[in-house]
């Protein structure tokens, strides 16, 4: 019987409740707890992520999983497909690519997800619309050394957000939020004058060891962002 992340989820729960790992204590690898529990290891990864999501454990890249010693409530940033979050506002969506290259890898990127020199990677930059008036502006960067399909998809029929998603899962993101003022390209496409102020979120992700994207959403004047926690 193939073992759901929820119950993976709920012993890890269990035993950090029961004392079994302490506050503070480095809980086994998710390989290791994957052949404990006998399931594959994105079983774990999922129960994982949810229960740091929850405030129990503090997931670090590289440095492992560790029991917090206080519950901490954390604010959930899940990655939507911005198709459903435009017609979740009840407007038409519409998607158009501007641009697509194959490029070798600039060096503040390589230094930003640690990638190998002298590979190549995918950027795109592409529109996104809500009832025909632009909504956000995204610049993408895609580690082709991890997803070499990536140069073959056809991302003038299907946006790189929702491409990804359903083509590749991650087990770590890093999230960073900030306003900027809107450079002269930006400005024409989102429709709005050079040096309003915008909302940029950006956003790297990578599965296990290898890095998989990384965003620059520039969203329209007014956007608001909600989350939970």
Known sequence: MKTAFRDV????????????WGAGDLLPNEVDLAQQFQCARATVNRAMRELADEGLVERKRKAGTRVLSS????ARFNIPIVRKEIEARGAMYRYALVNHEIIDTPDWLRARLGLEQGKQVLHLTCMHYGDSSP???EDRWINLAALPQASDADFGAVGPNEWLIAEVPYSDAEISFSALTAE????????????DPLFLAERSTWFET?????VKLVFHRGYRMTTRY
């Open 71 to 74: 519950p901490v409530r954390q």
């Open 135 to 137: 909504y956000q502006y």
């Open 184 to 195: 002269p390209d930006v400005a024409k496409h989102l429709g709005c004058a050079h040096g």
């Open 210 to 214: 290898r890095a998989i994207t990384y």
């Open 9 to 20: 989820k709920e012993e890890i729960r269990r035993r950090i409740v029961q004392g079994v």
